[in-house]
Structure formats: structure tokens, C-alpha cells
């Protein structure tokens, strides 16, 4: 099993530093890296997807360039030959563009298109999503520091990988607080085991977090972006957790 960690000091400079940003009229689009993510947290043809869409001036990366749309650019999703525009996302330390899209079947193909009035456009990002699966175990739980929580879903993947990202809010025994987070990558075989004392630290006194497990389809990326980047398609499934000292 891989693991890695976020310590409190990472996590600290990420917000001292934040991420800067410039507007895409300044940048060809061979100057671009674009992220790219379309995610669905239900099985059934009634649950929506989420894409979500960074783009980056140069390689991007932790305290990259962002990129926020000019007048002429813009970001469009095509699924089975309909359209759906993109709405723009600015928080204190990100900037990212969204939209709700429908998931039709399994096998849909979401592409996501750049389109520039003027220079080069990037219209072929596409992925499609990866099987659905269900949580079998409870998705609420309370634990201890030293508990270990064992995890079901259905159905498995023999010989795939699931990847784990979990993020606890945290008081510690001196009453500061402490946040936590971490990617873990365990087998997709249906079972798994997570002890709780390598996910948070030992002087914790409560926690309130969150363990998300992901099924990643990787898909193409427009090779206009000549930064490069990733479109990943994702099936989400979250298990809430409140964690207590004994």
C-alpha cells in the first residue's frame, strides 16, 4: 500500500502562499496545462455528474499560475451531442470552472472543449466514467484514534487499484486545532481495513473528517494544451467519520 500524508506545515504554506492567477487573453493556448475532472458520487442514471476545470499558465502544479477566462474563451462540455456552459468558481485560494452534467449511461463520453474566438482552440478532452460501485459497510461512523474500521464495497475489480483521500478537522490534547489529509492507494477487491492511528495523529482529542473512495478512468487530453495535463472520470463514494480519543 502507498500512503501520503499532508503534514500541518504543507498544508500551512498552501495557504500562506495561495495560488496567483492570469487572464487567458495573456497565454496561448501551447502555454496551457489543463485538470480536468468529471465526477459521480451515485450509482443510477437520475445522479448527476460534476466536471471541474483548472487551468494553468506553464506546468501549474503546488502555487501555480491560474487561469481565468477572456472575453472569447470558453469552457464547453458535449455529451451525446448536446452542449452545457461552465460557470466560474473563485474561492480565497482557487480558482476553477463547474458544471452539473447528466450521466446517461456508462459508457457516455464527456468531452470537454477550450474554445478560443481567436488562436488555438482545444476541443478533444475526453474520458468516460469507470464502473459504479456501492459502499456496503456504514457510511457514518464514530471511532477512537486506536479503532480499526473495516470498509465493504460492491461490486470489486479485480487487479485495479482505489484511491483513498481522506482529510480530518482536528483539537488537539493542548486544544489547538490540526488539520489532516492524505492519499492512500489499496486494491480494488471489495474489503479493506484502515487503522486509525496511521490516519490521524496521537494527541488528538476529536476529529471530524472524511474518507473518500474513488474509481479513476483516465481519459485524453486536447494535445493543443501544450503544457499538457489530465482528464480523469470518477466514481466517488464518501464515508463520514467522527473520531474520539478512547
Same mark, same amino acid.
Given at each position: 500500500?502507498n ?8 498544508? =500551512? ?8 492567477? *492570469?487572464?487567458s ?11 480536468i ?21 506553464g ?18 462540455a458535449?455529451? /451525446?451531442?448536446?452542449s452545457?456552459?461552465?460557470s ?11 458544471? *452539473? ?11 470537454? =472543449? ?16 469507470? /464502473?459504479?460501485f456501492?459502499?456496503? =459497510? =456504514? ?39 490540526l ?6 492507494y ?12 496511521e490516519l ?7 476529529? /471530524? ?24 472520470g ?9 473520531? *474520539?480519543?478512547?
Amino acid at each position: 500500500m502507498n500512503q501520503l500524508k499532508l503534514s500541518a506545515t504543507f498544508i =500551512s504554506t498552501l495557504f500562506l502562499f495561495g495560488c496567483s492567477k *492570469t487572464d487567458s487573453e495573456n497565454i496561448r493556448t501551447k502555454g496551457i496545462r489543463a485538470e480536468i475532472a468529471i465526477t459521480s458520487v451515485g450509482s443510477g442514471l437520475a445522479n448527476d455528474s460534476e466536471a471541474i476545470v483548472r487551468l494553468y499558465s506553464g506546468s501549474g502544479g503546488f502555487g501555480g499560475t491560474l487561469i481565468e477566462l477572456s472575453e472569447g474563451d470558453s469552457l464547453i462540455a458535449v455529451i /451525446d451531442g448536446e452542449s452545457y456552459g461552465f460557470s466560474e468558481v473563485t474561492e480565497l485560494f482557487d480558482h476553477y470552472y463547474q458544471a *452539473t452534467l447528466p450521466t446517461n449511461n456508462l459508457n457516455t463520453e464527456y468531452k470537454v =472543449s477550450f474554445v478560443r474566438d481567436e488562436g488555438v482552440s482545444a476541443t478533444e478532452s475526453i474520458v468516460t466514467l469507470p /464502473d459504479e460501485f456501492e459502499i456496503d =459497510s =456504514s457510511t457514518s461512523v464514530d471511532v477512537t484514534k486506536n479503532d480499526t474500521l473495516p470498509v465493504n464495497w460492491s461490486p470489486s475489480f479485480s487487479g485495479e487499484n482505489l484511491t483513498i483521500n481522506y482529510s480530518f478537522d482536528c483539537t488537539t490534547v493542548e486544544g489547538g486545532k490540526l488539520s489532516i489529509g492524505g492519499t492512500q492507494y489499496i486494491n480494488d477487491d471489495g474489503a479493506h481495513t484502515f487503522d486509525m492511528a496511521e490516519l490521524v495523529r496521537d494527541d488528538i482529542v476529536t476529529c /471530524d473528517g472524511k474518507i473518500d473512495l474513488k474509481r479513476i478512468n483516465k481519459g485524453t487530453i486536447d494535445p493543443n494544451f501544450g503544457e499538457g495535463g489530465r482528464i480523469e472520470g470518477i466514481q466517488k463514494r464518501r464515508i463520514d467519520i467522527d473520531v *474520539t480519543a478512547s
